[in-house]
């Protein structure tokens, strides 16, 4: 899940030596986000791997991998305690706890008890700080995530324009997603916005394919935004921030009531 600056940091990340990178501990951050401002961040995917149901080319954490040998999902109560542990070291809370590492964070087998679990740490050691996620979404149509997610403060759920084999590496069926993200309301739609060698996710005809499907999903909030940090492919392009201002404006003709913000 792109976008978002090191500060002085709790957790500890790796360089993959095949491109990305992972963090190797549940905490990782507080990073400063452009979107969110100060976000400590929490990855609950196993040790040494990157799982995802997307394999995005721009992801910062790498393509995908297998599980790794011995490595095995953080517990709920693992997972608290590490943000315990972190909150009572912090000098200055962070202004977002958000679900997001090395992959996707839905996946995790229990995350509905993780959250809960989360919950009541923040409420103990952090009330003023939010909770959100980072996800793809394709697990959310489960009715034990969905109630996990709508529990969270915000929603930021991902929708790209491009051809979802290309941008997302992966095949699904994007309206039904759409009709997902309409029960997840209020939510946010994280749309990256890449060229690759052989498809534009900024080209008029991705611009003419995504817009339906933006008005079906109906999100609150959309967050355009290009790359930040080094992708999984490095022939990705970045794509200009004016040509990132046009898309907004699409959006915003199309869903008046939206709030569309270019990062
Ligand atoms: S959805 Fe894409 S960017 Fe996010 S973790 Fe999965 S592969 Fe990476």
New binding site residues.
Partial sequence: ??DATPLPSLGSQGARPDGGSLWETIINGPVHSRRLGTSLGLNLLPARSKL?????P????GF?TPQAARARWPSPDEVAHSLRRALTRLTRLPDWITFAG???PTLHPRFAVTVERVLVVRAELAPGSRVGV?S?GLAAARPAVRDALMRLDARMM?LDPGPPERV??ARYDAERLADVYRTLKPYTVQA?VTRGRDWDGASAASLEAWLPLVARADPDVVHLYSLARPPADPTLQNVPRERLAEMAAAIRRTLPRCVVEVF
């Fill in positions: 899940m792109a995802c149901t997307f394999d995005c721009y992801c910062e954490c995908n090395n992959g996707e980072l793809n991902k997302n590496g990256m």
